[in-house]
């Protein structure tokens, strides 16, 4: 786990065992943060893109060790081509505008999701800042972009399939750390905890089978005001939840 470099009052008396390793964000509610301004959606967008820096430092400084934001779903395409155009260039200007802070910090930067749909030149963008980062042992950093939960699971299920068809896996063996191992997050832990914006009470379609046993953490702020006392504040109560993952309380074990 890399090493804090600061522990902000907001996390003080908060034991670092307690803090979460991964978090995942739902960045929703750009568009009604556009909205309440009276500003076009894109301009939630502009704002919201603005923000994925603050809190991606924070998480670095903090010693997270990876930080997963949802930034464009395979249902995204589904919005008009203008504001996917925008959301595109947005990433674009994002892995090359950032580059030297990834690098400052020793952030490993990465993608999950398809590749198919995305411009090409955005694509060649993006995997240069990958390749450039994937010497970095700080926070790791994933976009996922063109990514969707049941998708993902289905077109692990194919390779194994394919697999086992060509004899290279017996049907028998297969294991949930077998299917994890197809997924897109491979080698990756899963998310501790999970942050959504904006209120919404879903999971739409975000790393289902990853986030089994998150704990959840919805705020009613929108995406462009989240900020890093917000992160704290999820982590703290974060600290305070009890995870059992199916099992009983700690102190009535073995009564
Ligand atoms: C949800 O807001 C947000 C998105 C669909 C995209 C998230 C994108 C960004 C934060 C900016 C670009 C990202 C990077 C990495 C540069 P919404 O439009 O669904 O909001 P609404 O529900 O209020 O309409």
């Not at 670095?60 to 995204?76: D, H, I, K, P, Y």
């Not at 080698?187 to 904006?198: V, W, Y």
């Amino acid at each position: 786990m890399p090493e804090p470099s600061y522990i902000p009052e907001t996390l003080a008396g908060v034991p670092r065992s307690a803090w979460p390793g991964h978090i995942a964000i739902i960045m929703d509610g750009n568009g009604r943060w556009a909205e309440a301004c009276g500003l076009p959606r894109i301009e939630g967008h502009r704002e919201g893109a603005v923000n994925v820096p603050r809190i991606t430092q924070e998480a670095s400084r903090l010693g997270l060790v990876q930080l997963t934001l949802f930034a464009f779903s395979s249902e995204n395409w589904r919005r008009p081509p203008h504001e996917i155009a925008f959301l595109m260039e947005l990433y674009r200007e994002y892995v090359v505008r950032e580059r030297p802070t990834i690098m400052d910090n020793r952030i490993r930067f990465t993608t999950i999701g398809r590749r198919d749909g995305i411009p090409a030149h955005v694509l060649a963008e993006a995997d240069r800042t990958t390749e450039m980062s994937a010497g970095n042992r700080g926070t790791v950093l994933c976009l996922a972009v063109n990514y969707g939960s049941r998708r993902e699971i289905a077109d692990a299920a194919r390779r194994l399939a394919e697999r086992a068809a060509r004899g290279e896996i017996d049907p028998a063996a297969i294991t949930e750390a077998t299917l994890a191992s197809h997924l897109d997050t491979a080698g990756m832990p899963d998310p501790d905890l999970l942050i959504r914006t904006a209120g919404e009470m879903r999971l739409s379609n975000f790393l289902l089978w990853q986030l089994s046993y998150a704990e959840l953490w919805v705020t009613e702020k929108r995406w462009p005001d989240f900020r890093e006392a917000d992160l704290h504040q999820a982590m703290r109560d974060f600290a305070g939840r009890e995870r059992r993952f199916g099992g009983l309380p700690a102190e009535s074990e073995g009564a």
